[in-house]
């Protein structure tokens, strides 16, 4: 018996990628992370484990921020770096796994290796220990009353085309590369787990032209990967090898397909 929705999670994979994750990864870190963190609790058993050890360490220095209670601030720090500088290095190796998993689904497709990228930000300043990033930062963590600085603070980000800032990107250019970055997250998990999850593309046609959704689709048709797509519309259905549902009326149909 599956116990919590994180065992759950383990034992079912589901990568999935929606038109809300993509304006979530647009607007700000907190959305990146989220795409980022399902690949690494997924191919790094530690990670969770660690990241709420860390959470509870800074729970309890914030507490004290909030309080204005000082008197054991610096205690809290020194719990708090060395774990914050492990979670750098399981992210760090995490990267560079996920750099070469999207590398080989680029090669696949037929696209150069320069075409989209990963930019790390580990939350805080390179030239420091996170430490000396910590003391450095505690006045202006007791006047704003929480811990600013730390791997909590992380940004893992795209680079499509050379291109660095993600509000650039158009919302047809993000999601292609949202969707490539799901797909080598699914070859990175299949390797280490030996599980397949399935991938859940919501939405899928919407943004997208029309060579990059066949790009696409001709590549989870090679890897043979059990995949659930949805479209408001009707061109799921010109595909003869699909299954095709229709909602009608708030019932679930199964259709031939137009082919």
């Known amino acids: 018996k599956v116990g919590r929705l994180g065992a759950l999670a383990s034992q079912i994979p589901v990568a999935s990628l929606s ?17 980022f963190e399902w690949g690494l609790f997924h191919v790094e058993p530690r990670y969770g484990p660690l990241f709420a050890q860390y959470a509870s360490i800074r729970k309890q220095r914030d507490e ?5 209670d000082f008197r054991t601030d610096e205690v ?17 190796v995490f990267v560079d796994l996920l750099t070469a ?5 680029l090669t696949d497709i037929g696209l150069p290796g320069t075409h989209i990228g990963l930019r790390y930000r580990r939350g805080w300043q390179p030239n420091q220990s996170l430490l000396e990033g910590l003391l450095a930062a505690r006045e202006g963590d007791r006047k704003q009353r929480r811990t600013t600085v730390g791997p909590h603070r992380y940004d893992l980000s795209v680079v499509f085309q050379e291109e660095s800032e993600v509000r650039r990107l158009s919302l047809g250019q993000l999601k292609f590369a949202l969707i490539l970055i799901r797909l080598a997250q699914v070859l990175m998990v299949s390797k280490t787990t030996g599980q397949t999850p399935v991938l ?3 939405d899928f046609y919407s943004e997208l032209d ?14 043979g990967y059990q995949v659930l797509l949805t479209d408001q519309g009707t061109r799921l259905g010109e595909h003869a090898e699909s299954t095709v549902f229709y909602v009608e009326s708030g019932a679930l149909i199964e259709r031939p397909s137009l082919r």
């Open 64 to 68: 004290g921020l909030r309080r204005q």
């Open 76 to 92: 809290w720090l020194r719990q708090l770096a060395p774990v914050g500088e492990r979670l750098n290095e399981l992210r760090l």
């Open 101 to 105: 998993a999207l590398q080989s689904v």
């Open 200 to 202: 859940l593309l919501d």
């Open 210 to 223: 029309d060579r990059n959704a066949e790009i696409l689709l001709d590549y989870l048709r090679t890897k």
């Open 19 to 35: 038109p809300e994750g993509c304006s979530a990864f647009r607007g700000g870190a907190r959305g990146r992370r989220q795409v």
